[in-house]
């Protein structure tokens, strides 16, 4: 199973920004698809966004159109979730996803706390 290493959560002011970071540890990123999910206490783990391998189609939740933006640098072994216009109703742990060799990995989980 492929670990999965997600960066870049913290604390924020709503309105503010952040950039979370996913990259997978020992393994090319290139020629999978990825998603972000997110799971706040108390609820179920959701749906944020997902890329495809060469990054030119992507989907989003609803509730983050227009505000997140899902990425990748193939080069750079990595996928980006930019996180625009927080709101405290995205406080969560968020998480990356991929299905490697059938297998579906998980990171670890990132904290994102939105102030309000």
């Known amino acids: 199973q492929v670990q999965l290493i997600e960066s870049g959560g913290g604390l924020v002011q709503a309105g503010g920004s952040l950039r979370l970071s996913c990259a997978p540890s020992?393994?090319?990123?290139?020629?999978?698809?990825v998603a972000w999910f997110r799971q706040a206490p108390g609820k179920e783990r959701e749906f944020v966004a997902a890329?495809?391998?060469?990054?030119?189609?992507?989907s989003y939740a609803d509730s983050v159109k227009g505000r997140f933006t899902i990425s990748r640098d193939n080069a750079k072994n990595t996928v980006y979730l930019q996180m625009n216009g927080l709101k405290s109703e995205d406080t969560a742990v968020y998480y990356c996803?991929?299905?490697?060799?059938?297998?579906?990995?998980w990171g670890q989980g990132t904290q994102v706390t939105v102030s309000s």
């Open positions: 996803n991929s299905v490697v060799n059938d297998i579906n990995s």
């Open positions: 020992g393994r090319t990123f290139g020629i999978y698809a």
């Open positions: 890329i495809t391998p060469s990054g030119l189609t992507t």
